[in-house]
T-cell receptor
Framework: QKEVEQDPGPLSVPEGAIVSLNCTYS??????FMWYRQYSRKGPELLMY????GNKEDGRFTAQVDKSSKYISLFIRDSQPSDSATYLC????????????FGKGNQVVVIP | NAGVTQTPKFRILKIGQSMTLQCAQD?????MYWYRQDPGMGLKLIYY???????DKGEVPNGYNVSRSTTEDFPLRLELAAPSQTSVYFC??????????FGPGTRLLVL
């Protein structure tokens, strides 16, 4: 079983729709959860960062973590064509161990 | 702050040639990483460093070498390039927190 599973998509949505992305993981020691956004031919950029279970909101973006189910989600409200990118989930155990376990990434296309 | 910088942006190598991919960061991060990204395969860790003079292997270290003589720089060396090393290479750095910040990448084609 892979440490982090992420459905690669692609996912096409009309502009203004809600985009829902998720990852599952197997290591119950993971405590820090991140979402990176990667535009075509660019490096990943940190989008959201959460610790332990709960929700975090930043503008149109909401990250959710459910540690009991080993499941994390990213929601994008009022999606824009500029949100078209690949979204990668990442996580680690922290406590000085900064190695990240990544999902394979989910390509999102927002159609104007 | 320039963040994480990588050179070159793109390179074509012939089989058997060697090259060094450069990575520098100006955030005073102790942790630095090299990844490769192949289509549909996600990011795979090649090598990482927890500080100057300290390096360790990641998931896919074969065919690569690294050194870390300063906090700022973390070059990746390819010896005897092979077609299987055609990929996009990303360098990343991180501080005492748990996040990593990525450079823009180097696209390498081995023919």
């Amino acid at each position: 079983q892979k440490e982090v599973e992420q459905d690669p998509g692609p996912l096409s949505v009309p502009e203004g729709a809600i985009v829902s992305l998720n990852c599952t993981y197997s290591n119950s020691a993971f405590q820090y959860f991140m979402w990176y956004r990667q535009y075509s031919r660019k490096g990943p950029e940190l989008l959201m960062y959460t610790y332990s279970s709960g929700n975090k909101e930043d503008g149109r973006f909401t990250a959710q973590v459910d540690k009991s189910s080993k499941y994390i989600s990213l929601f994008i409200r009022d999606s824009q064509p500029s949100d078209s990118a690949t979204y990668l989930c990442a996580m680690n155990v922290g406590r000085g161990n900064n190695r990240l376990a990544f999902g394979k990434g989910n390509q999102v296309v927002v159609i104007p | 702050n320039a963040g994480v910088t990588q050179t070159p942006k793109f390179r074509i190598l012939k089989i058997g040639q060697s090259m060094t991919l450069q990575c520098a960061q100006d955030m005073n991060h102790n942790y630095m990483y090299w990844y490769r990204q192949d289509p549909g395969m996600g990011l795979k860790l090649i090598y990482y460093s927890v500080g100057a003079g300290i390096t360790d292997k990641g998931e896919v270290p074969n065919g690569y070498n690294v050194s870390r003589s300063t906090t700022e720089d973390f070059p990746l060396r390819l010896e005897l390039a092979a077609p299987s090393q055609t990929s996009v290479y990303f360098c990343a750095s991180g501080g005492a927190g748990e996040t990593q910040y990525f450079g823009p990448g180097t696209r390498l084609l081995v023919l």
